[in-house]
């Protein structure tokens, strides 16, 4: 059974940097099309990064130039590097994880994944 646990979130202030982890346990990492989410209360769940196995990524609009996503299939781990943090970032983030994905388009539907985390809090105060 597929096993999404997320690490890192925490409370910063506005500019600062912080690493959020996905570890995946209970399947073939390499073989998984990986994304964070985040959600906002009263807001629907939205893309912020995605990563395919090949290592091709894609961002929000919001976060690109800002946020890196990565993966490191040795580790079964997908990270999200996020620098110059906003009070507009405030969200828990969720890993999520599907086998079938091959496009873009399709990654960006949350409606997709089979695997999802718990999720991290981030908190960015002003």
């Known amino acids: 059974q597929v096993r999404l646990v997320e690490s890192g979130g925490g409370l910063v202030q506005t500019g600062d940097s912080l690493r959020l982890s996905c570890v995946l346990s209970?399947?073939?990492?390499?073989?998984?099309?990986m994304t964070w989410f985040r959600q906002s209360p009263g807001k629907e769940r939205e893309l912020v990064a995605t990563i395919n196995w090949s290592g091709h990524t894609e961002y929000d609009d919001s976060v690109r130039g800002r946020f890196t996503i990565s993966r490191e299939n040795a580790e079964n781990t997908l990270y999200l590097d996020m620098s110059d943090l906003k009070p507009d970032d405030t969200a828990n983030y969720y890993c999520a994880a599907d086998r079938s994905l091959t496009t873009f388009r399709a990654a960006a539907n949350k409606d997709e994944y089979d695997h999802w985390g718990q999720g991290t809090q981030v908190t960015v105060s002003s």
């Open positions: 209970g399947g073939p990492f390499a073989l998984f099309w």
